[in-house]
């Protein structure tokens, strides 16, 4: 489904901003739901561009406690990887699988998500 608007590209410092809050705000301009013409089956021409990802903040206990599953396919190699070692490797992973979290659940997510990129 393509249309013809113009592409309109969004940046976002991310720096102090919380995970949650910032994840929903680009959740949103992702689906187009901050356009007058928002319809749930188009895909608006969004690109929302993240900056400082790296010094965004997490509240409470969530990179002690929090955990990424994973599973490989086979028999008892599921992975539970904690949230403070996706963070410092690559903290864009973080923001990334939130974002997703809060995307619907439908054909239009792999679009959306290739719509956020990161500086």
Known sequence: MKNDTKKEVIRIDA????LGRLATEIALVL???NNSDYTPNKEPNNVVI???VKKIKITGNKLENKTYFSHS???????????????EK???DI???AVNG????????????????FD
Do not use: C, W
């Not at 720096?15 to 919380?18: L, M």
């Open 102 to 117: 809060m995307l619907p659940k439908n054909r239009l997510r792999a679009r959306h998500m290739k719509r956020l990129k």
């Open 95 to 97: 923001l990334r699988y």
């Open 73 to 87: 396919g086979y028999i008892g190699n599921d992975k539970y990887t904690p949230m403070s070692k996706i963070f």
């Open 15 to 18: 720096e102090g901003k919380i």
């Open 90 to 92: 690559n903290p864009e």
């Open 31 to 33: 689906q187009g739901k």
């Open 50 to 52: 993240v900056s400082n």
